[in-house]
């Protein structure tokens, strides 16, 4: 159970970290006029929403493990443990495929830059880009870009992660009910 409660930690930290990123890409995909506020923040992450900034889960099998473990038991709580472990499986499979396609997606963001930008190199180690060469942040291909990984990622991987917070909720309420019997 208290595994239980620390991946429902780690995941509602991970999503508000997503949600943070979701946010970053409505700014720079609104028609709406930015407060100086939401100019400055999103002037500050603006070159990496899609090239070198991508969250991963990376949840850990810790759980599975000490699912594994618990096949002895014999009792109503072997049918949640078995559809926890059955949950956890599909949850994590789908969470890596759709880090698959993130990754995929980054990079192919990377080979553009490295390819075409002959500033790439500054992004990378982080050096100041100039007003011309940062221009490309604010332009329609990088848009483009922007919008493919907030649909095809983003979207996607958030909805597993909210799937999978759900899950995990309603597995500690099930326990709870049947340990208070």
């Known amino acids: 159970m208290s595994q239980l409660k620390k991946d429902q930690t780690n995941i509602r930290k991970f999503i508000d970290t997503l949600e943070f990123q979701s ?16 100019m400055k923040t999103l002037h500050e992450e603006l070159p990496y929403l899609v090239t070198v900034q991508v969250f991963i889960l990376n949840q850990q099998d810790e759980t ?10 014999d009792n109503p709580v072997l049918k949640i443990l078995e559809s926890i472990e059955s949950d956890y499986k599909y949850n994590l499979e ?14 192919g ?15 990378i180690l982080g050096y100041d880009l100039t007003d011309e060469e940062f221009s490309y942040f604010k332009s329609n291909d990088y848009k483009n870009r922007v919008a493919q990984m907030e ?5 996607g991987y958030l909805s597993l992660l909210y799937q999978f917070e759900f899950d995990i909720n309603n597995h500690i309420k099930e326990l709870d009910t049947i340990l208070k019997e």
Do not use: C, G, P
Request: charged residues 25%; proline residues 0%; negative net charge.
């Open 23 to 38: 946010d970053l890409f409505d700014l720079l995909l609104t028609e709406r006029t930015l407060s100086q506020a939401e």
């Open 64 to 73: 599975l493990q000490i699912l594994s473990h618990n096949k002895a038991i």
């Open 94 to 107: 789908m969470l890596q495929i759709s880090e698959d396609k993130m990754v995929d997606e980054i990079m």
């Open 109 to 123: 963001n990377l080979n553009y830059l490295k390819n075409n930008k002959d500033w790439y190199y500054k992004l």
């Open 151 to 155: 649909l095809m990622s983003h979207q």
